[in-house]
Every structure is written in C-alpha cells, then in structure tokens.
C-alpha cells in the first residue's frame, strides 16, 4: 500500500540543493512512499524558476521536475481553494501583537495544510519554522514572539479553534530528519564503515543547502543514531 506524505517548497529545495533527493526514489522504491504537492509548491520550485530563469533556483527546479516526471513526487490539485483561505485567514488572524494582527501563513503553506486535510493525509515534511509551530506547539510560537517583539500578544479563540480543528492531528517531520530516517533504514549502507561520516556529511550538507538545522542539532541526531 502507498503511503501518501506531503512535502512543502523548502524541503524539496533544500534535498535537491544538497543532491540528496535521491532519498526521495529510495522511500518510493522500498517503501512505496508517495510525495506530494500541491500546485503552488510546483509553481515555486519548478514553473517560476525554470520560467524566469533564476539561476540559484535552476539546478533544484530542473531536479525536481524530472522527480515529478518520474512519479517520485505527484502534484495534485483536489481543488482546495475556499479551506485554504480559510485555513489562511484562521492562521493569521490568531496572533494580535499592539491591535494588528500577525501574518502567519503564506498560500502555499495554506495550500498544502487544506491539501492534507482533503486527501486525509497526516505526515507532511516541514522546515519553515513558524509552519511546525502552528501545528505542534502554537503557544511556544506565542511566547516566542513575544519574546522577539517584547510585546503580549493576544490570542483570538476562534481563530485558534478553526486552525486546530484542522491541522492540529498532523504528524510533522523535517527534511533533516528525513535523511535520518534514510540512515535508519538502510539508504547509506553503500558507504560501508563510512555510514555514519556519511550521514554527518549529508546533515551539514543540508545546513549549507537552505535546511533550517543548527549544529547542535546534527550533534544531537548523530548522537542518537549507531
């Protein structure tokens, strides 16, 4: 049986950067593992890059593109615009910091929560920050801006309910701890005795391609794997 897990722009850009999408066939090969995106994360990481020739961007949208070519990555468009906005609409109006309300969320992100929640998927791979906070812990989000900001910030109970409703029983995983997971099952066992040096290398090589990972965080992950 496939197993459906949902990716934003940031961890498809990030793998391909690092060369390391190759992780991406290995989960679809062994475990039937079907990424997917909505449209407007094609749109970002292939459509616009490849259409206006950005060249930081070229290299990962042209990998990507022969991803989703070769049924790696599926794009699917269930016609999610009104939970979108709404999802939207809930994540940024329910933080107010000084009567203003705080813009959480972006379409794209909006896009692929309400996507989720139409094909009743729960694993999605995210490493825009304010995104995973949203989902597990939007109180630590709260205080975290208020830290930054050295102002309360208020909460709209209704807006908070609409977005937990929706996106609260996700299960979230990082692009970093994806490639922890490859190690775990096998992907690096062609490096032999390198295994290890192998994965410390692929973790820093994430960090260098755009991955929102610290370097006490890859000296924690390597101290939990063998």
Known sequence: MTRDVLCDSGVL??????????ILYYFSEHHKVRFVIPPSVEYETVTRPLYNNLKKHLFSAIRIKDAIADG?????????????????HAANNMFYMQGKPVRL???GES??????????VEDIIVDERTTRMLIEAPFQLKEHLEREFEVNVMVSKNSFRELSSRISHLKVLRSSE??????????????SNLQRA???????KMKY???SIS???IKEYLGMVR
């Open 13 to 22: 850009i990030s793998l391909t950067a690092g060369c390391l999408d190759n």
């Open 72 to 88: 790696v990555i599926e794009v699917v468009d269930a016609k999610v615009e009104d939970d979108t906005r709404r999802i939207m």
């Open 105 to 107: 969320l972006q379409f």
């Open 111 to 120: 896009e692929m929560l309400a996507l989720a929640a139409a094909l009743g």
């Open 178 to 191: 994806l490639v922890v997971l490859a190690y775990e099952n096998g992907y690096f066992k062609s490096f």
């Open 198 to 204: 192998a994965l410390e290398a692929a973790l820093y």
């Open 209 to 211: 391609s755009g991955c």
């Open 215 to 217: 370097f006490d965080e």
